[in-house]
């Protein structure tokens, strides 16, 4: 069975920081893309950054490049989202994906159940 727990998230102010984690069991690990998305209240989810298997590659929506860094432990199985210089607008629900593809814009087979990031202004 997959299990993704994702812990971190938290009240912040904004210029702060915060550093995500996603624990992944029951899957080969190093062979999954993994990715980060958000969603916040009545709006649709988005995606936020994605690494390759290896940990070689890494992608990044435009609203969070520069400020957030995705990278991963493929002997703990874990991934972290370090996320830099918060905006309010960066305040939504943050939830870890796997996807057995090489590519990292096709469908995230598994799902965690998200983490609370707030940021105030």
């Known amino acids: 069975q997959v299990q993704l727990v994702e812990s971190g998230g938290g009240l912040v102010q904004a210029g702060g920081s915060l550093r995500l984690s996603c624990a992944a069991s029951?899957?080969?690990?190093?062979?999954?893309?993994m990715g980060w998305f958000r969603q916040a209240p009545g709006k649709e989810r988005e995606f936020v950054a994605a690494?390759?298997?290896?940990?070689?590659?890494?992608y990044y929506a435009d609203s969070v490049k520069g400020r957030f860094t995705i990278s991963r432990d493929n002997a703990r199985n874990r991934v972290f989202l370090q996320m830099n210089s918060l905006k309010p607008e960066d305040t939504a629900a943050y939830y870890c994906?796997?996807?057995?593809?090489?590519?990292?814009?096709?469908?995230?087979?598994?799902w965690g159940q998200g983490t609370q990031v707030t940021v105030s202004s």
């Open positions: 994906a796997a996807n057995p593809s090489g590519d990292y814009r096709a469908q995230y087979k598994y």
């Open positions: 029951g899957l080969t690990f190093s062979t999954y893309t």
């Open positions: 690494i390759s298997g290896s940990g070689i590659s890494t």
